[in-house]
């Protein structure tokens, strides 16, 4: 997690490989656009690169979406919303 955020975000993998996260993750100081807020350990990260993840954003609520990539990276796409600091995350996917 980069400098200064604050996680209350969940992982977990199932006996199927399908690992869920879930909760939210504070920003210092508001979003910008395709800004990394979480990085997945080895085990737990997808086996090809997916976007547009619902999420929605605080400050004012404001849906948005996060892409998850292959070395774990979760960046939100906060474009349009430039005062939001938290982001509410929820999404399921198979690990590699």
């Known amino acids: 997690m980069p ?9 977990h993998k199932n006996q199927f490989g399908e690992v869920t996260v879930v909760g939210q993750v504070l ?10 807020i979480a990085t ?9 690169n997916f976007g547009s993840v619902p999420a929605t954003l605080s ?3 404001a849906p948005s979406c996060l892409s998850v990539n292959t070395s774990g990276e ?3 796409r906060a474009a349009g919303n430039t ?3 938290y ?7 198979v690990a590699s």
Do not use: H, K
């Open 59 to 61: 400050g004012p609520f």
């Open 40 to 48: 997945l350990p080895e085990g737990f990260r997808p086996q090809s």
């Open 3 to 11: 400098a200064g955020f604050t996680s209350m975000a969940r992982y």
């Open 87 to 93: 982001v509410y995350i929820s999404f399921t996917f």
């Open 83 to 85: 005062s939001a600091t």
């Open 27 to 36: 920003a210092p100081s508001a979003f910008t656009d395709n800004q990394v």
């Open 74 to 76: 979760i960046a939100i």
